[in-house]
């Protein structure tokens, strides 16, 4: 089993997660969007989408995310010999879709310093038409990808977009936090893949130095915040990259790679 991800892709996050926590092995793959990785076309032809993650098992190829933490959970069900009871209750999956109905893209990068997230748009945007001449079979494809980079640069300028990307999340947060106040975890008294879906979005305010606002405030949330990063599958998915200085390590490095590659690009 193969799966394509980054460690900064919230997505790629959960089905990690999921991986860990069911104790699936698989062959991990790096592809680093913010260096234009899944743009590179021996990728970009299996996923024209270019999002991340991407999971294969032989010829079965899934990009959903949800569906792949479901087709997750029939493997480790075939591999323990277990029944129906052990798929995710039909409350879980709910608490999963809720969860995925919020985009973090633009919220996620109305945090980032605009000279910052200027500089890799440009380089990203220099990439798809790089990859564009070299692979002229998959221009189309491309293209619309271009005019994606273009249109997310336009929105990140309109802040009724923004606004309604953060309404979203606190509409989210604060049915998280009622129901905090009565189980242990997101969807009852055992943890679940409903946990899996939440701890990446947690993970990414505390990374954009928004904790205090989001999750400090509501104590349910923070409690169970705390609970969450003790979890060996954290540390390994999340943990590993970006708690205490680990967070600057990974950003700097990226960062660094876009610079150079970028003044490669002007000689």
Known sequence: MQLYHHPYSLDSQKVRLALEEKGI???SNHVNPITGRNMDASFFRINQSARLPVFQNGSHIIFNTIEIIQYIERIAVVSLGGDDTFFSSREVVEWMHKIQAWNPKYFTLSHVPEKYRISVSKFNRQVIIARMSESPELASAYHCKLKDAYETEDKLKNPPVLKRSEEHLVRLLDEVETKLKETAFLAGDEFSMADVMLIPVLSRLVLLNVEEEYISSRPNIAEYWVLM???????????KYFNGWRRYKTLVKTWCFVRFRSLLRRY
């Open 25 to 27: 092995d698989y062959t």
């Open 229 to 239: 990063q003790q979890r060996p599958s954290y540390k390994k998915v999340i943990g």
